[in-house]
Structure formats: C-alpha cells, structure tokens
C-alpha cells in the first residue's frame, strides 16, 4: 500500500458535516464552541470537586459505617458519577443547544468496522506493554486504587473464600462504566464537538486538560496519558464516536487491574 493511501485511510471520516476550513479572521463566532468549551470547563470542575471520592468520604461515609463493603463504596460512588457528570449532563447540554445532534458528538456508533479493528489492534499492542510494567513495585502498590479491594484479593489468594474476591469483581464493573462517561466527555462532547471547527486539531486542544487530570497518577501513566489522548481523540474523529476509545481504555484499565492482582495470587 502507497504511504499517501495508507494516511488517507487514517484520516478519512464519516462525517457528513465538512470541516470549516476557512481563515479564522472570516469566521463567523461561533456559540455553540463557546457553549461546549465554557460548559466543558464547568464540568470538569464540578466533576472533579462533587464526583470523587474525596466528597464522598467527607459527606457520606458515615453512613455507611458497619456495611460489610463500606471502604470501597467512594470509589462506587465516584466511577458511577462520571455517568452523571460525564455522560448524561453532556447529552442534556447537547439537547438544549440549538440545532444539535446527539450523533454529531460521537455517541453513535460511527464506522463501526473500522472502530472495531481499531480497538482490538490498539489492545492488542497495549497487553504486552502492560504485562510488563506490572512488574513495577509502584504499578502492583497502586493498582487497584482501592487498598481494600487489594486486600481483599490477598486474603483471597490466602484461601479465604470466593467471597472475597466478589468485591473486586463488582469494583471492575463499576471502574469499566466510569470510562462510558470519561471517553463520551473528552472524545465526544469535546474532541468530535470541536471538530467541526478545530478539524483534527481539536484532538490536541483535549489533550491539555485530559492530561492535567492525569497528574496525580503514576508518572509513566501521566505521560501515557498524553499519547493515550492523541490515539483515541483521532480514534473518535476517525469514526465519528465515542464508544470505540471507551472499548480500549475500559480494557486496557480493567487489564491493568488484573494484571496488578495476578501478582498478589
């Protein structure tokens, strides 16, 4: 296959709305970005005050007290508020915009033949990777984020019964939802919404706070993250949908965690 093919097949989408190529200075404003990137911002910080952990330990916690699971249910309550925040308040923002389609922000499933050879590739590459770093000390210490799922998966190992593994089963499932939510946010409602004016360089403009929320993970993860959002925001435009990039960071996440409790059995 000739290079320019190849790279035509990467970059070509199934949109059916083109591009504003024009110069900015003939441009029109246009309110709808301004509407998604102000809203953007309110959400993430939002997000990142009511929806963590954090809050849910300093306002709920204690009324939990006594549950057989009540340590790990900040880290429920913060994966399953990214449905909120994350998910169903971008699609109600998109309904009271004027003029606006839910499929024009990725929540479709777009090129979905591309989509899925496109994941199951990019998984593909990332098990190997991943299988390595769980051989860091600091990668098994902090995966998974939970220290009781953690231990809970050492007492199992010990013989304690399949009782105390169900929490790190539930605690999957609910980790996997939080990237429904995570990926329609940043690659939908932000990368495919920019696109129409930014092109492909809405791909970069998300990478900024996408790796800003990174900060507090493990260092090679942070910087991955960077590369992670270029992938899969290009992912996004490519087939004009979210659900392909949640597919592998749901994966590659979920993929981590076991490989951390693999070395704890």
Known sequence: MRAPAFFDGLL????????????AADRRFDWTVAAILIIGAIIIVSYSSFGKVEFFDDHFSSHFDGHPWHEMYGYLYWFLSSL???????????????????RDFGLGLGDWRYGLRAALCLYGIMVPLLALASF?????????MSDWVRDEVALFADGGGTSHL???????VAYALYFVGWEFFHRGFLTVGLSRV????????????????HLNKPMPEA??????????????IRTRSSWWGFGVHA?????????????QI
Not at 251 to 263: E, I, K, P
């Open 12 to 23: 070509s989408t199934a949109f059916d709305v083109e591009f504003d190529s024009r110069p």
């Open 84 to 102: 909120l925040w994350l998910f169903a308040l971008p699609i109600l923002v998109i309904v009271l915009l004027p003029g606006q389609r839910l």
């Open 136 to 144: 860091r000390p600091n990668f098994v210490e902090y995966y998974p």
């Open 166 to 172: 169900w929490p790190f089963i539930v605690y999957e």
């Open 198 to 213: 930014f092109g492909w360089y809405a791909i970069f403009v998300v990478t900024v706070p996408f790796a800003i929320l």
């Open 223 to 236: 910087y991955g993250a960077i590369v992670a959002s270029v992938v899969l925001g290009w992912l996004a």
């Open 251 to 263: 994966s590659v996440a979920v993929t981590m965690d076991v490989f951390a409790v693999l070395h």
